[in-house]
């Protein structure tokens, strides 16, 4: 029977209705109001009153400003991305298959005609995010990418435009169209198709409390990747683990903020007791404000589970369904078999989870807040919309117009029946009879 070592005592609830209200009447200005509301929210809330739409000059001024070091990790992890995502687009196949001589059924994997990708700003500079998002569209095919980010700020406050190693990810991963913009202002102006863009049939990408209500609320006429909340991480760790190393793997994912839950499930007391008693001192190795991040994150949201068995250690991860699942035990090969909800696994201590955030190929805008108990992450499948298609000929018809026209009838349903029947009227009598015999 698992016990707690350490509960999380979380946080007071968000205004959840609060946020909806203020999304709802932002979204209703900027559908009527267009170009100028955008502009308008762009200056009020980012204090940005420069062009909206990033000139080739800028792209090139951001990229003088890039150090080579980083241009050249941002292109390892490019390569990755993209990779691993023409990987996936290949493992989709068309198929036509004859169900019945006559009968042809076949189906299609078509990306859709427009993708807005939201890269977030805030305290980080999610360059990363730039890879993941437009990168995927772009191998899934998605013929025109828009993408977005807020404009940085100095330290007087005064806005800037995008950060320019985030900018120049957004060109290397294929963007067509840059936008200066974030919030719910950069998601609606995707959606919507302003400042020159086609209106985007998918929005992807990861943002605060107001983008993910934006995109829930325009979810429907516009897809999008998921409902997402804040990032968690659960460490499955045994007694051949370094409890230094797990702590330090779960501050490394807590600096995201307070909201974000850090789990570690064991079935070693000794280990449990240590990782607890260090954590504090392994947040602030973080130093500064990801320090204070990082403890405020682990004493509101940071629990630790002591399993009596790694099956009790299995079931308790997919009760959680992590983000992401990192396995630090002996046997690797059972715990990839067993373990079934999660959004990404890390198989290994030597498998950090920021490599998967920032640069081993798998996508890391994945489901948080147990979701991945029914969803993965995001994919090229995203972008893609699987279609089918079918054609009836001669001798199919007898069997296909008749099964047509009885479940029709038994239905109600007079004129799918009757439409299925005069299908039968050209067939030779024969073929008829055959079909009534």
Known sequence: MSRLIKSAPGLPPASIAEISDTVQIMLARLKSGGEKVARDYANRLDGWTGEITVSPDELHQAARQVPDALKQALAYAHDNIRRFAEAQRA??????????????????????????????????????????????????????????????????????????????????????????????????????GLFGTPPADVLAGPGNAYVAEAKRQLFGPVGIDMFAGPTDVLILAD??????????????????????????????????????????????????????????????????????????????????????????????????????????????????????????????VLPTGGAARYTGGLSVHKFLKTVTWQQARGEALPALAHATSVISRAEGMTGHALTAEARLANLSPRACAANES
Not at 174 to 180: E, N, V
Not at 266 to 272: G, Q, W, Y
Not at 320 to 331: G, N, T, Y
Request: with cysteine; hydrophobic share 40%; glycine share 10%.
């Open 91 to 192: 493992s989709v196949r068309d198929f036509q298959i004859e169900l019945h001589p006559g009968l042809t059924t076949g189906q299609k994997s078509l990306p859709v005609a427009a993708a807005g990708c939201y890269v977030p700003g805030g305290r980080y500079a999610h360059i990363a995010s730039a890879l993941m998002t437009i990168a995927t569209a772009r191998a899934a095919g998605v013929p025109h990418i828009t993408a977005c980010a807020p404009p940085r700020r100095d330290a007087d406050g005064t806005a800037l435009g995008i950060d320019p190693a985030t900018l120049y990810a957004m060109q290397l991963a294929g963007a067509d169209t840059i936008l200066t913009l974030g919030g719910v202002q950069g998601i609606a102006a995707m959606a919507y």
């Open 239 to 364: 007694a051949t683990a370094d409890p230094e190393l797990v702590a330090l793997d779960l501050a490394g994912q807590a600096e995201h903020g307070p909201t974000s839950p850090c789990w570690l499930v064991t079935d070693h007391e000794p280990l449990a007791t240590c990782v607890a008693e260090i954590m504090p001192r392994t947040c602030a190795r973080l130093g500064g404000d990801n320090a204070r991040a990082a403890l405020e994150a682990w004493e509101a949201m940071g629990e630790i589970t002591l399993c009596a068995s790694r099956e009790e250690m299995a079931a308790e991860s997919d009760r959680h369904a992590p983000e992401h699942l990192h396995v630090q035990c002996a046997d690797l090969s059972w715990w990839q078999s067993r373990l079934s909800s999660y959004g990404s696994l890390f198989l290994g201590a030597e498998t950090t989870v920021a490599f998967g955030d920032k640069a081993s190929g798998p996508n890391h």
